[in-house]
């Protein structure tokens, strides 16, 4: 707690100021985490200080807070052009990336607990650094990111945002960006050495070199590409929902069409929509339950029974294929081919046509 209140005051995060009426003071608190390794054991504990964002109110104290992240798709393609083109990647983990993020509007919170200036207890801190908690903090980070890796010659892809691209002559570099995780890859590795510099001097970042566990991903190097997988998150995903000792299935979801009774809505709806969401993150390396995801995705406002019942199928579905990896091989091309289809009225609900595309990179 010593060492993040120093880390905070180091940052200049906030200054102490009189306290006023009409001023909207948001609360805080400390929040403690043990980061684990993708094998489960202890990496490190964390300290952070945590703003009670729910307090804020719109238009006061914060306004935007959409921030864009990586998509799925485009974190896969780039491993596969990694695979293709035998370049080398580089993790960097930005410390308290959050605390980089400079806040535009007037945010006050009261003073941490257990840190109160014994010579102004009554003043509160003015925030000019973005908060973990903070409703704007994410978009503050990213913008301060962008902004940063703009001017040192990236530019953002026009398709995913989160995706930065940087290319002189025949050199080129992809820089990967989600929260605080940053993938670096290229075809010249003086140029990556570089773009790790610049950004040292700028943020407080290791160079963790070749990535091994990147959102929830397993990556392990083979003669033959990448192995790309999600054990521990399966499990995870199985424990939480109970279901860790469940009988396995051999799909993921049927492929009846049976009528659709009126049915009761599923009394833990919160639990529902919880564990459909992690499920999405999943589909990284298990792109076999991606439509039957897409298909529970659609009922998380007012989950029933039967909905529950095809996401207990998904889970058995998984505990019986949890050691299914995804291996990306070396392409010699890099055309692209597609393919589409779809059914005649298959709703049986409102007998809508259900559609569906795969593209292949390579």
């Not at 005051?9 to 993708?38: C, D, E, Q």
């Not at 019942?309 to 579905?317: E, F, H, S, W």
């Amino acid at each position: 707690m010593h060492e993040e209140i120093q880390a905070l005051r180091a940052n200049r995060t906030w200054t102490l100021v009189p306290f006023h009426p009409f001023m909207n003071v948001v609360g805080s608190r400390w929040v403690y985490k043990i980061k684990r390794r993708f094998d489960g054991s202890i990496e490190r504990y964390k300290t952070r200080l945590v703003a009670r964002g729910f307090t804020q109110q719109e238009g006061i104290d914060y306004s935007e807070t959409f921030s864009p992240v990586i998509q799925q798709a485009t974190v896969i393609l780039v491993f596969s052009i990694v695979v293709s083109c035998g370049w080398k990647f580089h993790q960097l983990d930005i410390h308290n990336a959050f605390l980089n993020g400079v806040l535009d509007e007037e945010v006050y919170m009261k003073q941490p607990p257990g840190f109160v200036d014994s010579a102004l207890p009554s003043h509160v801190c003015r925030l000019h650094k973005s908060l973990y908690g903070l409703k704007q903090a994410p978009r503050a980070w990213y913008t301060r990111l962008n902004d940063f890796l703009l001017s040192i010659g990236f530019r953002a892809s026009n398709v995913d945002t989160s995706l930065f691209i940087f290319s002189v002559g025949t050199d080129i570099c992809y820089l990967l960006v989600y929260v605080d995780d940053v993938l670096l890859t290229g075809s010249n590795s003086l140029l990556l050495q570089r773009f790790i510099q610049l950004l040292s001097s700028e943020f407080k970042l290791p160079d963790l070199g070749f990535v091994y566990y990147f959102l929830g991903i397993e990556v392990q190097s083979t003669s033959m590409g990448l192995m790309l997988r999600q054990h521990k998150y399966t499990f995870d995903i199985l424990t939480r929902a109970g279901m860790l000792s469940c009988k396995p299935v051999d799909t993921p979801i049927s492929t009846s069409k049976a009528t659709i009774l009126p049915d009761p809505l599923f009394s833990d709806a919160t639990c529902f929509c919880q564990i459909v969401c992690a499920l999405q993150y999943l589909t990284f390396t298990r792109l076999n339950i991606f439509f039957a995801v897409n298909r529970v995705c659609q009922f998380m406002h007012a989950p029933t029974d039967s909905h529950w019942a095809v996401v207990k199928r998904i889970l058995r579905y998984l505990r019986g294929t949890a050691s299914h990896d995804l291996h990306l091989t070396c392409s010699s091309s890099f055309a692209l081919h597609g393919f589409t289809d779809a059914d005649w009225a298959g709703n049986v609900k409102d007998r809508k046509s259900t559609g569906g595309y795969l593209v292949f990179f390579g």
